[in-house]
């Protein structure tokens, strides 16, 4: 880090000034990077996510697929955002996750007057040592929840892009990394549209999956109330896997093989998606990558090392749909970005693969 002192000409005082373009690099102000991490199996990656998925399931009842889900985001290293109605266990099922991982979790209400400070820290004067000391904000755990991001200003909403894009923290001209895993999980009421600010389309496409949580069916409501009836169950969770496990899962999935056949299914659905009459924007180069690298973390999910169309079709639903901006015409058919996906993935052909894909 490069600094200067300056000295106040009336109170004598010297104020440590740093240089706007330096990147900081004291260990106190930078957070350590996980080194060292190797890839597991795909049937370890399996048999972790089993382990996480039962223990969430202790708190959150009835949503395996939605757990499941969130899963792949996070070993995707990307981040979900989970769009339902209030009180549908959204909130409930980041703390699941975080208390289930271990690692550090933080939540943040978002409001129309929380600043960007609030949420990725400020540098404050300690008048002891006459220096400016920076104190990490929220964005600094390693699972942190957004709740009714779309109540957050465009202004502090766009302090979460940087930390989601590019895993790092710009704060008075200093750079801080953020640990691995970083995952953030955003929520949002799409009923309720009073005072809030609609997340722009650069920000959808950050989140790599986007899910809704829906209403229990009568007998999982059954099981809620007789599981709470004596307190809650997140009181009681506790760490079933490590943070080391988590990242070595995100290497993993990275390995996960992808045919060419495969790759060329997922190139013809987003070209697709660029072509269809209903939709004035379709997917983007980054679209491709998100379907690609969410089908590479489903199959890994589910104990394979190789991508099948199969797995493309099934989390297609889940990665494109926020990314498509849909007519206006065709919104006036009711016609969403849902049904075009659906569609899209019924008319394009899916490959025949191989036999030896070893």
Same mark, same amino acid.
């Given at each position: ?264 299914? &997922?190139? =013809? !659905? ?5 072509? +269809?009459?209903? /939709? *004035?924007?379709?997917? $983007? ?26 797995? &493309?079709? =099934? !989390? ?5 749909? +926020?990314?498509? /901006? *849909?007519?206006?015409? $065709? ?28």
């Amino acid at each position: 880090m490069i600094s200067e002192y300056v000295e106040c000409p009336h109170c004598s005082s010297t104020t440590q000034l740093f240089d706007p373009n330096a990147v900081a690099e004291e260990p106190s102000a930078r957070s350590p990077q996980f080194t060292g991490a190797a890839a597991v199996a795909p049937s370890e990656v399996y048999g972790i996510s089993e382990r996480i998925i039962d223990n969430v399931e202790k708190v959150v009842v009835g949503k395996r697929n939605q757990i499941m889900l969130t899963l792949v985001a996070m070993f995707s290293e990307g981040h979900a955002l989970l769009e339902d109605v209030p009180g549908v266990a959204k909130t409930m099922l980041a703390r699941a996750l975080a208390e289930t991982v271990g690692g550090k979790f933080k939540r943040v209400q978002c409001t129309p007057d929380l600043l960007p400070g609030d949420i990725t820290g400020a540098s404050i004067f300690n008048p002891k040592t006459t220096e400016f000391e920076f104190r990490k904000g929220p964005l600094f755990a390693q699972f942190v929840l957004a709740d009714e991001i779309n109540r957050a200003t465009p202004r502090t909403q766009s302090a979460l892009l940087e930390a989601m894009a590019e895993r790092q923290v710009s704060v008075d001209g200093s750079v801080y990394k953020l640990d691995r895993p970083f995952f953030i999980i955003a929520t949002q009421n799409p009923v309720d549209h009073e005072g809030t600010f609609p997340l722009p389309e650069a920000q959808l496409d950050r989140f790599i999956i986007r899910l809704s949580l829906g209403y229990p069916t009568p007998e999982e409501e059954s099981a809620m109330i007789e599981r709470l009836q004596l307190g809650h169950p997140i009181d009681a969770l506790s760490p079933v896997v490590t943070v080391d496990e988590i990242v070595k899962c995100q290497e993993s999935v990275r390995q996960v093989k992808i045919h060419e056949r495969v790759r060329d299914y &997922v190139v =013809q !659905i987003i070209g697709q998606t660029r072509e +269809h009459e209903s /939709i *004035v924007l379709g997917g $983007s180069p980054r679209a491709t990558l998100a379907l690609t690298r969410a089908a590479q973390a489903y199959a890994a999910v589910n104990g394979a090392n190789h991508v099948m169309p199969e797995d &493309v079709k =099934q !989390i297609a639903t889940a990665v494109l749909p +926020h990314r498509l /901006i *849909v007519r206006p015409e $065709s919104r006036l058919r009711k016609v969403t970005s849902e049904d075009v996906v659906s569609e899209i993935l019924r008319s394009v052909k899916v490959p025949v693969m191989p036999d030896n894909l070893g």
